[in-house]
């Protein structure tokens, strides 16, 4: 069969491309910026395999411009910008690469933890400011990490991993909502409470970590009325997908002291991040650093990699979701 041709959307470490390249015939989006809905649509009728990120919105009006394509290899885990719906009807096959970048987002949430609880953006922003005078004994004052309670909302790979490094890093007392109960060794490995309400744990906990997946059935999980439900001191954390999140009610929310902070990575509308955070001190914004390590981004295209090889030799894809 003739050599695949294979889109890649955006720029990929340097290692994964000339791997890819040496394997098929690959097109690189040599301008490494979003590619709008008529280029998807123009990769969809030209290439065997279109490899899309999360930036990339892919709805069923998009993926049925596609004649060719045959799978679409995504570089992320969640494919909530995908219509994985549309790709089953379409026969188009859909992977994603799961694993590979659970520590290095669950560090991400650790440290977004810390800095919202420690005050550091702030303390920064002063510092580069020119704007701090030395040490004083109730100038950005904090709260304790160590020994609080930290209740997450998904209890995956990425969930359980940020509950081992809070529980056992810094003692904290694990709580977790999820639609499925972990087993009892995933428990005891990383101290996990199973909470079968989600008010009960917002009610509850200290920090708020945000780890399910995006799309429809989660959009505004966390509104006005829920995050009233949190106590006045906690702080929210949000690694997973913006649209969890009513950033609008966040942002009054943050204003008016309702919860006492945030720690933002991912944003509903990226990379437009809402006026409303830009002048509140009380919440750190990140620019979606989660899976940023040199080492899990070269792995996330080689797991995309593997998917590939498998599928075009009549293989099932080791990470297929559609």
């Known amino acids: 069969m003739p050599t695949p041709k294979v889109f890649l959307t955006r720029r990929w470490p340097t290692e994964v491309e000339h791997y890819l390249s040496q ?143 809070a529980h056992h890093g810094f003692g904290m007392r694990i709580l977790y909502h999820s639609r499925n109960r972990a087993t009892p060794e995933v428990e005891a490995l990383t101290g996990g409470t199973y909470c079968q309400s989600l008010d009960e744990l917002l009610e509850t906990s200290d920090f708020v970590s945000l780890h399910c997946p995006g799309g429809a059935a989660n959009r505004h999980l966390l509104d006005a009325k829920r995050l009233d439900r949190m106590k006045r001191s906690a702080c929210l954390i949000n690694t997973a997908r913006g649209e969890v999140v009513d950033e609008a009610a966040l942002a009054e929310a943050l204003r008016n002291r309702v919860i006492a902070g945030a720690g933002l990575d991912v944003y509903e509308h990226e990379p437009r991040v809402p006026e409303a955070f830009l002048g509140l001190e009380n919440v750190v914004l990140l620019p979606h650093l989660g899976s940023a390590t040199l080492e899990t981004r070269v792995a996330m295209g080689m797991r995309v990699a593997e998917n590939l090889e498998r599928f075009f030799a009549g293989l099932e894809p080791r990470d297929r979701v559609a």
């Open 23 to 165: 394997r098929y015939d690959v097109t690189v989006n040599e301008h490494d910026t979003p590619p709008d809905a008529q280029v998807l649509k123009a990769a969809l009728r030209s290439y065997d395999a279109v490899c899309p990120t999360v930036t990339d919105k892919l709805p069923a009006e998009v993926l049925q411009a596609g004649t060719r394509v045959k799978v679409l290899g995504n570089y992320g885990v969640g494919v909530s910008h995908i219509d994985v719906q549309a790709c089953k009807r379409l026969g188009i096959v859909v992977t994603n690469t799961p694993d590979v970048l659970t520590d290095a987002t669950a560090e991400i949430a650790v440290m977004l933890m810390l800095m919202a609880a420690r005050r550091a953006g702030e303390g920064e922003r002063q510092v580069r400011g020119n704007q701090w005078d030395g040490w004083a004994p109730t100038r950005l004052i904090g709260a304790n990490v160590t020994g609080r309670t930290l209740g997450l909302i998904g209890f995956g790979r990425i969930g359980q991993a940020t509950a081992q490094k």
